[in-house]
């Protein structure tokens, strides 16, 4: 089974543009995770969906951050304009089952905001 | 609200020795905790979980108890190997709310030397 699927891997870009990640969760799971892992901390929450629709978005910088998973399969996460501070790695996660599903991590995008 | 600390790193050890990563935890319901591990160049794996109170995860040699008394998820492994060298996460999912949120400790770097 392939598991979560994330591009570009790596990311080096100058203050106030624009980025986008990409992620392609396992098949058929329902509920797919975006986290932000800033150096030095544990992963936090940034958004959540279920098939195509948000669950949970109530740590999403809304003013620069946008997220969207159109056909409920894969998804993007985009940052415009980016901030210093944006630099971490984003992971995308997937599972089967909204509460009581593992979360299968991908091996995540590292942002560097120059 | 629901928080997770990680007792700091990094932490090294030679082979065969006893590894203990204290996890401490603070949530406003009844959480679900887990271990992930993160190797170099890879995404989180879930390592082990436990759901309830005095519930024990275990999973190649790791284990951890679940201590609602002092709300804590140690960490234990009797003998490490060099293989053992990632970054260990305590995380908790709270059950009673309807959201699959993963709230994360900092991380704990453990090398194993040979």
């Known amino acids: 089974e392939a598991g979560v699927a994330q591009s570009p891997r790596y990311k080096i870009i100058e203050k106030r543009q624009s980025v986008a990640f990409w992620c392609n969760p396992i098949?058929?799971?329902?509920?797919l995770y975006w986290y932000q892992q800033i150096l030095g901390q544990g992963p936090k929450l940034l958004i959540q969906f279920q098939n195509n629709g948000v669950v949970d978005d109530s740590q999403l910088p809304k003013d620069r951050f946008s997220a969207e998973r159109l056909k409920g399969v894969d998804s993007t996460l985009k940052i415009q304009p980016a901030k210093l501070e944006d630099s971490a790695v984003y992971l995308c996660?997937?599972?089967?089952?909204?509460?009581?599903?593992?979360?299968?991590f991908g091996p995540g995008t590292r942002l560097t905001v120059l | 609200g629901n928080s997770v600390t990680q007792m700091e790193g990094p932490v090294t050890l030679s082979e065969e020795a006893f590894l203990t990563i204290n996890c401490t935890y603070t949530?406003?319901?009844?959480?679900?905790l887990f271990w992930y591990v993160q190797y170099p160049g890879e995404g989180l794996q879930l390592l082990l979980k436990?759901?309830?109170?005095?519930d024990k995860g275990s999973n190649k040699g790791f284990e951890a108890t679940y201590r609602k008394e002092t709300t804590s998820f140690h960490l234990e492994k009797g003998s490490v190997q060099v293989s053992d060298s990632a970054v260990y996460f305590c995380?908790?999912?709270?059950?009673?709310?309807?959201?699959?949120?993963?709230?994360f400790g900092r991380g704990t770097q453990l090398t194993v030397w040979p």
């Open positions: 996660a997937s599972s089967l089952q909204e509460l009581a599903g593992e979360q299968f």
């Open positions: 949530a406003t319901g009844y959480p679900s």
């Open positions: 995380a908790l999912r709270d059950r009673g709310s309807t959201l699959g949120r993963l709230y």
């Open positions: 436990a759901t309830k109170a005095d």
């Open positions: 098949s058929g799971h329902a509920t």
